[in-house]
């Protein structure tokens, strides 16, 4: 029996978390757990992947779906009982909780669970780890729905850049019993993949386009290079639309090209990620390739907004803005910052600029139409807001798109390559429907005429 009063270390070393967890209402998972990772879900959904360190002999967890939930039995308790650390109150009452449970903690070692938790190397535990276990993905041995629906060809599926970075992941419908082969393209943020997105051409529509984990900073990216420098990165919305945009548009050598899908609309932190790839790539152009509507335009104008690429001045890079859509009203509002420091050249170039940006706006609009319109904000010390009100029309769209690009000084840096269909994977179907229209059948080939002598 201890007589002395536990260490935090005894709780994480000597209480079995599963056993711990199952009584705090988290039940196994049997078809995802292995014995080096158990995988445990409540009631409420909350999924938590169990480890051992080796080195340690330390019990942790993390959640596939937060990776901000994450951390020891003592970090568990402190999160559920909103614990302030900072008083010896709080301690005393993370020891009071975790003491109803084991006691003087004497018995644990007897009873642990017969399913104990394999311990790993202090290597093998980290969140990535624990992610590609929990997703279980397998190798792309079914290529159906990629090459029969959506027209990629081997060549493409096999290119050195994306091998690796497409798989699949077999799913049975509770429902209907059925057996759904799902193409998986993993997201990865620098802590390796968070998330994966799946889709399918199934029936039922299983799971097709769900997002599974956290994609908040995660990006599906393709292989880069070692000791080759990019020319370009093209930055689109979909995984299939930038292996469909490789196909139509192949770049000159293999690896002249990097390319990165947000799988849908970006999320607040996505353009992190990308810019500290941009950073670390340093490709001599960017490629936006988003859909070509609407939406694709505003996803445009907003990473115009707030990239850096090689080559900015200081001036220009500091130069930013943000794009808002209020769907009630189908209006936009796009905030500009970075005006000048200098507090007398602020305002003459806050006024020029508001001018210039609305007679560029409005060419062609007459005074009884939507028009745009514009809020000169100046706040104090050394930051100015001016704030563009415009219709959600394409006009209004694609002028702001080409002047944000101007005014960032991406002229060179920055291009916007749009498809004739919405998307570059319909473009790509739709060439390869007319290519196969044209080619001669045993119905249609034509007859070689037989030359006639003249009379």
């Not at 808002?324 to 000048?340: A, Q």
């Not at 119905?443 to 009379?455: E, G, V």
Request: glycine residues 6%; charged residues 25%; neutral net charge.
């Amino acid at each position: 029996m201890l007589t002395t009063k536990p260490q935090l270390s005894d709780y994480k070393q000597q209480i079995d978390l599963v056993q711990f967890l199952e009584t705090e209402g988290f039940s196994k998972d049997r078809r995802k757990s292995t014995r080096r990772w158990p995988v445990l879900e409540n009631a409420e959904g909350r999924k938590l992947i169990i480890g051992n360190n080796q080195k340690t002999n330390e019990y942790f967890y993390y959640n596939p779906e937060d990776s901000r939930d994450r951390g020891t039995i003592v970090d568990y308790v402190i999160d559920k009982l909103h614990i302030d650390t900072a008083t010896r109150e709080g301690w005393q009452q993370l020891h009071e909780f975790i003491g109803r449970y084991t006691g003087d903690l004497s018995h644990l070692d007897k009873s642990r669970s017969t399913d104990m938790v394999e311990s790993q190397t202090p290597a093998d535990t980290s969140r990535s780890k624990a992610m590609s276990h929990y997703f279980r993905l397998d190798p792309l041995t079914n290529t159906d729905y990629l090459m029969d629906r959506r027209g990629l060809t081997v060549d493409t599926l096999g290119h050195r850049a994306f091998i690796g970075k497409i798989f699949n992941k077999t799913f049975v419908s509770k429902k209907t019993g059925e057996t759904v082969i799902n193409t998986v393209f993993p997201m990865e943020s620098e802590q390796g993949i968070t998330a994966i997105l799946l889709k399918n051409d199934s029936p039922t529509g299983l799971v097709n386009g769900h997002t599974w984990g956290e994609r908040l900073e995660s990006i599906w990216v393709s292989n880069l290079p070692k000791g080759h420098q990019p020319k370009e990165m093209l930055i689109c919305e979909s995984p299939i639309d930038a292996l469909s945009y490789h196909q139509l548009h192949p770049p000159k050598e293999p690896y002249d090209r990097v390319y990165v899908a947000t799988g849908g609309q970006p999320s607040s932190l996505q353009p992190l990620t990308v810019q500290r790839l941009i950073d670390r790539v340093k490709p001599e152009q960017v490629i936006l390739g988003h859909d070509n509507d609407n939406s694709g335009i505003r996803f445009n104008i907003g990473w115009v907004g707030r990239l850096q690429v090689p080559g900015q001045s200081i001036e220009q890079a500091n130069h930013q803005l943000s794009i808002s859509h209020n769907k009630n009203s189908n209006t936009l509002s796009i905030d500009v910052y970075g005006l000048p420091d200098d507090v007398a050249r602020r305002k003459p170039h806050l006024e020029s600029l508001q001018d210039k940006i609305l007679t560029n706006l409005n060419k062609g609009y007459t005074p009884d139409m939507n028009r745009a319109s514009a809020d000169a904000i100046m706040h104090q010390g050394n930051h100015s807001l001016l704030t563009i009100h415009l219709p959600n029309h394409r006009p209004m769209l694609t002028r702001i798109e080409k002047l944000a690009i101007e005014w960032r000084g991406l002229t060179d840096k920055l291009v916007v390559k749009r498809p004739f269909a919405k998307d570059w994977n319909e473009e790509l179907q739709t060439q390869k429907a007319n290519v196969e229209r044209s080619q001669p059948t045993l119905r249609n080939t034509p007859s070689k005429a037989t030359p006639q002598k003249l009379m």
